[in-house]
């Protein structure tokens, strides 16, 4: 069996989507893959929660207790790598993980290593980008999953979804919009790279 952990910062949308397509999809029998563990760096993430619902341990750690960025993912990379089984190291899903990670954790884990932005990259890495796509004027926005390499928000792409930004968006209004298309492409493009592994 691989392990899939997922890591979250907040209200675990992306992780939940993955989480009923596995069921649903029935990834266990499919791929011999199953979501084992999803972990956040913040103690009160709202997905935590609904990850427990679904029977998936679940684990905090603070990122504010660790000295340093380095610190923190020697810890967080000790708490993914109890999921590796022999026969398989487990693949990483960042869903709304809002840490920059240091080079040698994404090392680490590259090539097994996921992550979803809201936004048709390489256009607007980083933060703000729903405000930034409406500001620029652009017509349509979306959301980019990738690997994960060293460099913020750049890696290969899996797959992307695009929406159309409508007169008078707010961020709010195309972030919603974008967010819908996120819960389809991350599970199908999980699901490819699981296929294809
Ligand atoms: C999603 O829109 C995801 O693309 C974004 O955070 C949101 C998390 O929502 N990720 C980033 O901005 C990463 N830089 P969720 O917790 O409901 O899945």
Known sequence: MKNIVIL???SGSNMAAIVKAAKRDNWAAKYQ???AAVLSNKADAKGLTLAAQHGIATESLDHKAFANREAFDAALAQRI?????PEHPPLVLLAGFMRILSTD???RYAERLVNIHP???PAFPGLHTHKRA???GCKVAGATVHLVTPELDHGPILAQAVVPVLP???AEALAARVLTQEHLIYPQAVAKLLQNQ
């Open 105 to 107: 954790f994404v090392n």
């Open 168 to 170: 008078g968006d707010t």
């Open 8 to 10: 979250i910062s907040g």
């Open 119 to 121: 936004s048709l990259l």
């Open 33 to 35: 893959a199953k979501v």
């Open 81 to 85: 790598d109890r999921y590796a089984t």
């Open 134 to 136: 409406i500001d620029a």
